[in-house]
T-cell receptor, first 115, second 112 residues
Framework: DGGITQSPKYLFRKEGQNVTLSCEQN?????MYWYRQDPGQGLRLIYY???????QKGDIAEGYSVSREKKESFPLTVTSAQKNPTAFYLC??????????????FGSGTQLSVL | QKEVEQNSGPLSVPEGAIASLNCTYS??????FFWYRQYSGKSPELIMS????GDKEDGRFTAQLNKASQYVSLLIRDSQPSDSATYLC????????????FGKGTKLSVKP
């Protein structure tokens, strides 16, 4: 089955620790995205990537880093510089960006909490 | 600052009624509009997209777009308890999906 796989489902971070959230897709989509969702809030864009080895900052990139070494994979690292990391993190993909009618497909999400 | 505004609700309707969800946006250049459904603790799922003025129907769902008034709405006919979820409005301001702005969502509760 094609889809987007996020892992882990739940993640706990200690103060000063970096943690990495995994996102893998087998939809052959070019574009991938990371969103953050806080309770009662909409989705806010952290980073997105249109092609391998290239990515752009979204609205709230500070304290986060990404890589896109393979088309299928777009991991997100939450660094110790992100002082309020507790949130629901969603990875998404679309066939290609640059087309305004492109639809997003989401993974199942990772809930990150601070110990 | 481009914004997408939704009434947070909760919006409560009886089973079988029509649920009406509204969304307004701030930038007239917007051309693509999407409605996502999100169940509690789950990821969003696309249910409707609309690109031109007027109505678009898909089963029990109808999306309505009025670019002059800068609003987009979602009607759910014959509402079912399984429709109880948060509905997110998303607007693409152009260029790429990096320009997709989400509203905070409206929580819908359908009472049996």
């Amino acid at each position: 089955d094609g889809g987007i796989t996020q892992s882990p489902k739940y993640l706990f971070r200690k103060e000063g620790q970096n943690v990495t959230l995994s996102c893998e897709q087998n939809l052959n989509h070019d574009a991938m995205y990371w969103y953050r969702q806080d309770p009662g809030q909409g989705l806010r864009l952290i980073y997105y990537s249109q092609i391998v080895n290239d990515f752009q900052k979204g609205d709230i990139a500070e304290g986060y880093s990404v890589s896109r070494e393979k088309k299928e994979s777009f991991p997100l690292t939450v660094t110790s510089a992100q002082k309020n990391p507790t949130a629901f993190y969603l990875c998404a993909s679309s066939l290609q960006t640059g087309l305004m009618r492109e639809k997003l497909f989401f993974g199942s999400g990772t809930q990150l909490s601070v110990l | 600052q481009k914004e997408v505004e939704q009434n947070s609700g909760p919006l409560s309707v009886p089973e079988g009624a029509i649920a009406s969800l509204n969304c307004t946006y701030s930038d007239r250049v917007s051309q693509s509009f999407f409605w996502y459904r999100q169940y509690s603790g789950k990821s969003p799922e696309l249910i409707m997209s609309i690109y031109s003025n007027g109505d678009k129907e898909d089963g029990r769902f109808t999306a309505q777009l009025n670019k002059a008034s800068q609003y987009v709405s979602l009607l759910i006919r014959d509402s079912q308890p399984s429709d109880s979820a948060t509905y997110l409005c998303a607007v693409n301001y152009g260029g790429s999906q990096g320009n997709l702005i989400f509203g905070k969502g409206t929580k819908l509760s359908v009472k049996p």
